[in-house]
């Protein structure tokens, strides 16, 4: 099993990142699919979810600004990431959540995210 973040970098207050996780090794397609963030010295929180059919969730500090979205012929989860705030800077992860189970049970590696003012 293998989730694979990229997308992750430094950019202004006010622009955009594209973040990707590719995802092998377990059945994509069924699975719901999410992003977490840690900023440094805070807990890790939800930032948007995507349910095997297609479902959004998102935390109320990022509607509006985040979409999550994904292609399951590719096997990858996206999250679109637009008017960047330095609160937005953390590392973003993105996690699977394997059907009938309430956690989620795969884990990436993690891509930083740095907004400057």
């Known amino acids: 099993v293998q989730l694979q973040a990229s997308g992750g970098g430094s950019v202004q207050a006010g622009e955009s990142l594209r973040l990707s996780c590719a995802a092998s090794?377990?059945?994509?397609?069924?699975?719901?699919m999410a992003w977490y963030r840690q900023a440094p010295g805070k807990q890790r929180e939800l930032v948007a979810r995507?349910?095997?059919?297609?479902?959004?969730t998102y935390a109320d500090s990022v509607k509006g600004r985040f979409t999550i979205s994904r292609d399951n012929v590719a096997n990858t989860v996206y999250l679109e990431m637009n008017s960047l705030k330095p609160e937005d800077t953390a590392v973003y992860y993105c996690?699977?959540?394997?059907?009938?189970?309430?956690?989620?049970?795969?884990w990436g590696q993690g891509t930083e995210v740095t907004v400057s003012s």
């Open positions: 996690a699977a959540q394997l059907p009938g189970t309430t956690g989620y049970t795969y």
């Open positions: 995507i349910t095997n059919v297609g479902g959004t």
């Open positions: 090794g377990f059945s994509f397609s069924v699975t719901t």
